[in-house]
């Protein structure tokens, strides 16, 4: 997969970046085409545009889930609403000077550029995944030492921060140590993502748990203002992509496998692809159930 994919053409807007998942655009100088191509470095506002797309295993699967770009919008909107007081990449499109095409109006952000931070801030809560299987063999979570006696799914008795560095497109994600962050960005900044990280789970716990919901772990990306320096939080925001949500009443019953995002997916790609060559194409009842899971999610939280 290359850095940029085919995103869909947008008048105004010069694509910069094709992800898995995601297209970021600039827009096009009033002048035209000029000696000077628009770019991520110089523009200063930047479209995010939710595709439909679904990725699993690092793979782009087909056929997408629709609806699945709109929805993750609302919900990354929704989410920064509800943590105004956290400085976010947002910018008011009834008062900038450029303005969301109207092809993409549901799925799009219109966000300021950030100098973003190479790291991913994770924050768990509980106890599952990839954390579970290095819980069984070493007692620990991404070199965080835990309780003994824990078990799949338990909450944990705080929320563990356990960054990440941030691979190049199509490599994996590397958890790293609160020391490699360190020597990535320095004391001040990686204390203060450390810290603003877990103070948002908190706070989204809280909102969430008062719907019925358990937000299991999430992770957060975060950049320097370019005007201001001020740390702002960017990208997704709390999506079903970036976390891992649970129905509060089922994980009460023992069910604690039911999430509200892609797992489905995820369960049905390991059991019928061997991980080598193109996956095959997601079944029809997989792709409904999957997009339903996003919706119930944000009713459950907005409603």
Same mark, same amino acid.
């Given at each position: 997969?290359?850095?940029?994919?085919?995103?869909?053409?947008?008048?105004?807007?010069?694509?910069?970046?094709?992800?898995?998942?995601?297209?970021?655009? +600039?827009?096009?100088?009033?002048?035209?085409?000029?000696?000077?191509?628009?770019?991520?470095?110089?523009?200063?506002? +930047?479209?995010?545009?939710?595709?439909?797309?679904?990725?699993?295993?690092?793979?782009?699967?087909?056929?997408?889930?629709?609806?699945?770009?709109?929805?993750?919008?609302?919900?990354?909107?929704?989410?920064?609403?509800?943590?105004?007081?956290?400085?976010?990449?947002? /910018?008011?499109?009834?008062?900038?000077? /450029?303005?969301?095409?109207?092809?993409?109006?549901?799925?799009?952000?219109?966000?300021?550029?950030?100098?973003?931070?190479?790291?991913?801030?994770?924050?768990?809560?509980?106890?599952?995944?990839?954390?579970?299987?290095?819980?069984?063999?070493?007692?620990?979570?991404?070199?965080?030492?835990?309780?003994?006696?824990?078990?799949?799914?338990?909450?944990?008795?705080?929320?563990?921060?356990?960054?990440?560095?941030?691979?190049?497109?199509?490599?994996?994600?590397?958890?790293?140590?609160?020391?490699?962050? +360190?020597?990535? /960005?320095?004391?001040?900044?990686?204390?203060?993502?450390?810290?603003?990280?877990?103070? +948002?789970?908190?706070?989204?716990?809280?909102?969430?748990?008062?719907?019925?919901?358990?937000?299991?772990?999430?992770?957060?990306?975060?950049?320097?203002?370019?005007?201001?320096?001020?740390?702002?939080?960017?990208?997704?925001?709390?999506?079903?992509?970036?976390?891992?949500?649970?129905?509060?009443?089922?994980?009460?019953?023992?069910?604690?496998?039911?999430?509200?995002?892609?797992?489905?997916?995820?369960?049905?790609?390991?059991?019928?692809?061997?991980?080598?060559?193109?996956?095959?194409?997601?079944?029809?009842?997989?792709?409904?159930?999957?997009?339903?899971?996003?919706?119930?999610?944000?009713?459950?939280?907005?409603?």
């Amino acid at each position: 997969m290359t850095d940029l994919g085919t995103p869909l053409p947008l008048d105004g807007w010069a694509p910069v970046y094709s992800g898995k998942v995601r297209d970021l655009y +600039v827009p096009i100088p009033s002048g035209g085409a000029g000696d000077e191509l628009p770019s991520l470095a110089t523009a200063d506002h +930047v479209l995010v545009v939710a595709s439909d797309r679904v990725s699993a295993f690092d793979q782009v699967l087909e056929p997408g889930i629709p609806g699945k770009g709109a929805l993750l919008t609302q919900l990354s909107l929704w989410w920064f609403a509800q943590l105004e007081t956290v400085p976010n990449h947002l /910018v008011d499109p009834t008062t900038a000077p /450029v303005s969301l095409p109207a092809s993409v109006r549901d799925r799009a952000m219109l966000v300021k550029p950030l100098d973003m931070f190479p790291i991913e801030c994770v924050v768990r809560g509980y106890l599952v995944g990839s954390g579970w299987i290095e819980y069984q063999a070493h007692g620990t979570v991404c070199g965080v030492e835990l309780p003994e006696g824990l078990a799949s799914g338990d909450r944990l008795p705080e929320p563990i921060y356990t960054p990440a560095f941030k691979a190049a497109l199509g490599d994996h994600d590397e958890n790293i140590s609160f020391e490699q962050t +360190v020597e990535l /960005v320095g004391a001040e900044t990686a204390a203060a993502l450390r810290d603003l990280s877990l103070d +948002v789970f908190r706070r989204a716990s809280a909102v969430a748990e008062a719907r019925g919901v358990i937000l299991a772990d999430t992770k957060f990306e975060f950049g320097a203002d370019r005007e201001t320096g001020e740390i702002t939080l960017g990208d997704e925001v709390l999506t079903s992509d970036s976390s891992r949500y649970w129905d509060a009443d089922v994980y009460a019953s023992g069910n604690r496998t039911a999430s509200f995002d892609k797992q489905i997916v995820r369960n049905w790609l390991s059991t019928n692809w061997s991980g080598s060559g193109e996956p095959p194409a997601l079944p029809g009842d997989v792709v409904t159930q999957t997009a339903a899971r996003y919706r119930e999610l944000i009713e459950r939280l907005t409603a």
